[in-house]
């Protein structure tokens, strides 16, 4: 069984439409991460959370927000999609505080 | 903050030919480096990482990579590409500033030919 898995896999929605994306993990770490992957752009963080009580922004985060439900499941919303929010997206988690991190196998996203 | 460069957008390369995928970061000290692979449709695949130490690293899958701090870079190598290394290639750098967090290069999408 994968390690960390997102549901779901692929999503078509229209402008405007509120959306969740799922993550969850059994790899009993504490910090999880979620990221957006255009082309030509590599990998951008948009929110991150270090622990159930602890949620930050990262560099893209508006349009967006996040709920960390519990250590293993953290779970990104997109409160009314536009088309630019077409993207790939992956989860990511973390233990120890060296950056190592195991990704999800992503959720790819369409807004038309 | 740090920064990372992928100068190659696109690489092809012959079966059996040596891949040499560049990295060159920003930082005022050593960072934490990475390279992951991401095969079409899937997701992000750790490679290697340095941390400290032997500035020559190998990983999984045949491949390694050099920390040459003078010029900031950590160059991805393998002597021989097979077909099944056609992906996109990330590099990424953590730093303690930065509780680690990781900042990614634009990727290098490799392309492996006959």
């Known amino acids: 069984d994968a390690d960390v898995t997102q549901t779901p896999r692929n999503r078509i929605t229209k402008t405007g439409k509120r959306i969740m994306l799922e993550c969850s993990q059994t790899k009993g770490h504490d910090r999880m991460y979620w990221y957006r992957q255009d082309p030509g752009l590599g990998l951008r963080l948009i929110y991150y959370s270090f622990d159930v009580k602890d949620i930050n922004k990262g560099e893209i985060s508006d349009g967006y927000s996040v709920s960390r439900q519990a250590q293993a499941k953290f779970s990104l919303s997109l409160e009314s999609a536009i088309p630019n929010q077409t993207a790939l997206y992956f989860c990511a988690t973390s233990d120890f505080n060296n950056g190592l991190q195991f990704f999800g196998p992503g959720t790819r996203l369409t807004v038309l | ?114």
Do not use: M
Not at chain 2, 2 to 23: F, K, M, N, W, Y
Not at chain 2, 54 to 74: M, P, W
Not at chain 2, 91 to 105: Q, R, T
């Open chain 2, 1 to 114: 903050a740090q920064s990372v460069t992928q100068p190659d957008i696109h690489i092809t390369v012959s079966e059996g030919a040596s891949l040499e995928l560049r990295c060159n970061y920003s930082y005022g000290a050593t960072p934490y480096l990475f390279w992951y692979v991401q095969s079409p449709g899937q997701g992000l695949q750790l490679l290697l990482k340095y941390f400290s130490g032997d500035t020559l690293v190998q990983g999984i899958k045949g491949f390694e990579a050099e920390f040459k701090r003078s010029q900031s870079s950590f160059n991805l190598r393998k002597p021989s590409v097979h077909w099944s290394d056609a992906a996109e290639y990330f590099c990424a750098v953590g730093v303690p500033s930065n509780d680690y967090k990781l900042s990614f290069g634009a990727g290098t999408t490799v392309t492996v030919r006959a």
